[in-house]
């Protein structure tokens, strides 16, 4: 059973930064492609960073320069770390693991979600 767990969510003031993490369990292909997506209130999910097993990584445009992806491959646990956040930063977090078969998405596995609130 695949299991996506996320944490290190919150409520900071704005210019905070927060570290959020996800530990994956399961049956996951070591080369799945982790993500960080996020929906905020109203709004359509959206992918906010992802990165490959081999650690190439790609951003929203939004978040580029303040946020940043990683992976520790050994502990199956994915990272985002979350720099000069803005109130518009403001969304519920999931993780997500996309299991891709040459380079197509066969689907992904998601986590709960975790809320992260940035206060202006």
């Known amino acids: 059973q695949v299991q996506l767990v996320e944490s290190g969510g919150g409520l900071v003031q704005a210019g905070d930064s927060l570290r959020l993490s996800c530990a994956a369990s399961?049956?996951?292909?070591?080369?799945?492609?982790m993500g960080w997506y996020r929906r905020a209130p109203g709004k359509q999910r959206e992918l906010v960073a992802d990165?490959?097993?081999?650690?190439?990584?790609n951003y929203a445009d939004s978040v580029k320069g303040r946020f940043t992806i990683s992976r520790d491959n050994a502990k199956n646990t994915v990272f985002l770390q979350m720099n000069s956040l803005k109130a518009e930063d403001t969304a519920v977090y999931s993780c997500?693991?996309?299991?891709?078969?040459?380079?197509?998405?066969?689907?992904?596995?998601w986590g709960q979600g975790t809320q992260v609130t940035v206060s202006s």
């Open positions: 997500a693991a996309d299991v891709r078969i040459r380079g197509v998405s066969r689907g992904k596995y």
């Open positions: 990165i490959t097993s081999r650690g190439n990584t």
């Open positions: 399961g049956n996951i292909p070591s080369d799945a492609v």
